[in-house]
């Protein structure tokens, strides 16, 4: 498996309860997958994420929304809203834009 997108972190195999419910998920920061039919599938889909460059602060601007703020070295998992909200934590520096997930086919 690759390492983590976000922090570069080892990932493991995050086995659920069914027989065949799988995600990955990096030792590190956290960050995971979406449950996955088998083990094959999740790691595909580890491995096939699109990665984001983190922007800096500065780069950010109302127009675009909430969007996700990371602090680095990654310690916590990242703030998800904007510097305009009353409870912005003040601290992290980069921020990379919510991605919405598309079902494959065989989802829907």
């Not at 493991?12 to 449950?35: D, E, L």
């Not at 096939?48 to 998992?77: C, M, Q, S």
Request: charged residues 20%; aromatic residues 12%; contains cysteine.
């Amino acid at each position: 498996m690759k390492a983590c997108p976000f922090c570069g972190g080892t990932p493991y195999i995050n086995r659920w309860h069914s027989a065949t419910g799988t995600s990955i998920k990096c030792r590190s920061c956290g960050c995971t997958t979406q449950i996955e039919n088998g083990e094959k599938a999740a790691v595909a889909v580890w491995n096939n994420r699109l990665t984001e460059t983190p922007r800096p602060l500065d780069e950010w601007h109302e127009d675009l929304g909430a969007v996700l703020w990371w602090k680095f070295p990654i310690d916590e998992p990242p703030y998800c809203g904007t510097p305009l909200d009353a409870d912005w934590p003040d601290y992290h520096t980069h921020w990379t834009p919510i991605t919405i997930p598309v079902l494959r086919e065989e989802q829907q």
